[in-house]
């Protein structure tokens, strides 16, 4: 049975730091590209991040370029979101699926809330 498992959100000020994980079970891991995605109150979702199977090729939506890090652990089958000078514009729910950038996203968390707020 194929599981993501996100964690690592919460409540933060602006201009706060936070670590996202994706704990992936269920298929092969390694052998898959991954990426992260989000959805902020009323607006669609949207992808952030993409990284390749071997995490040596990353990409970045230009909202987050220079802010965010995308990186994964093959060993141990979890992918990662660093996020760093945080804005109210980053809250949403994150979520993590299988996939690059232009999809198929065939495999799908259930997410995880981030909120920046003063």
């Known amino acids: 049975q194929v599981q993501l498992v996100e964690s690592g959100g919460g409540l933060v000020q602006p201009g706060a730091s936070l670590k996202l994980s994706c704990a992936a079970s269920g298929f092969g891991f390694a052998s898959k590209a991954m990426a992260w995605h989000r959805q902020a109150p009323g607006k669609e979702r949207e992808w952030v991040a993409g990284?390749?199977?071997?995490?040596?090729?990353?990409t970045y939506a230009d909202s987050v370029k220079g802010r965010f890090t995308i990186s994964r652990d093959n060993a141990k089958n979890t992918l990662y979101l660093d996020m760093n000078n945080l804005d109210p514009n980053d809250t949403a729910v994150y979520f993590c699926?299988?996939?690059?950038?232009?999809?198929?996203?065939?495999?799908w968390g259930q997410g995880t809330q981030v909120t920046v707020s003063s």
């Open positions: 990284i390749n199977n071997g995490g040596s090729i990353t």
């Open positions: 699926s299988t996939g690059y950038y232009t999809g198929p996203f065939e495999y």
